[in-house]
């Protein structure tokens, strides 16, 4: 049923757009270094434009790497689907900075 201002209506769509695009695209998982040497990981769709929300963007990128630019992607996995990129980003923030240093230098390699 339609509510008077849309809500209803706009939350099935933003729904349906949502799985569309986590069934479609890939997901991906990454790892940033940090202009202090420190790591952050996230996940996304894109990762270009992510980079750059999170270079120059003070609205979209995180507030962990705003006030630590530049950033520098260290490393990338790519998933099929958005859970399995948030439970691969869960497995990476486990790990210790010295076991994401490995990671980071076998990527690069």
């Known amino acids: 049923m339609l509510r008077k201002n849309g809500t209803l209506l706009h939350r ?3 729904i349906a757009v949502h799985s569309i695009m986590s069934n479609c695209s890939n ?6 270094r940090c202009a202090d040497n420190s790591l952050y990981t996230g996940v996304t769709t894109d990762i270009t434009r992510r980079l750059k929300q999170h270079n120059h963007c003070n609205k979209t990128g995180a507030k962990y790497t705003r006030v630590r630019r530049p950033v520098s992607l260290a490393y990338q996995e790519t998933t099929i689907d958005r859970k399995s990129a948030c439970q691969r980003e869960y497995q990476l923030k ?3 900075k010295k076991e994401k240093e490995k990671l980071v230098s076998a990527f690069k390699s």
């Open 12 to 14: 099935k769509l933003t």
């Open 27 to 32: 997901w991906y998982v990454y790892i940033l």
């Open 94 to 96: 486990q790990l210790t």
